[in-house]
């Protein structure tokens, strides 16, 4: 079992963020392909924290993304789970 912390699973998402554009996140995928996403007022982004704003994002935050349309020759965002970087540790 996964832990709630990590709402990708424990797959690392798709890849982390390289870049933020102006409503853009772009991303490289595990395959090593740099996608870029469009994002709108209503893609919902989640953090393990609950709902977070585009503003939260951050290069380097490993993602899953939801896309479910195109718009102009670039994917379109209906989700954005931002993964958890490292398990939280315990003291020993």
């Known amino acids: 079992d996964c832990p ?3 709402l990708c699973q ?7 963020i390289v870049q933020l554009g102006n409503h853009t996140l ?7 392909v740099i996608q870029t996403i469009e ?3 209503e893609t919902t982004i989640k953090t393990s924290a609950g709902i977070a704003t ?11 993304l939801i896309v479910n349309k195109e718009h102009n ?3 379109v965002a209906s989700a954005v789970l931002v ?10």
Do not use: F, H, Y
């Open 39 to 41: 994002l709108t007022p």
């Open 10 to 16: 424990g797959t690392g998402g798709i890849g982390p």
């Open 4 to 6: 709630t912390w990590d």
């Open 54 to 64: 585009e503003a939260t994002l951050k290069i380097g935050d490993r993602v899953t």
């Open 83 to 92: 993964c958890r970087a490292q398990q939280p540790t315990s003291a020993n």
């Open 26 to 32: 772009t991303v490289k995928r595990r395959d090593g």
């Open 73 to 75: 020759g670039v994917m």
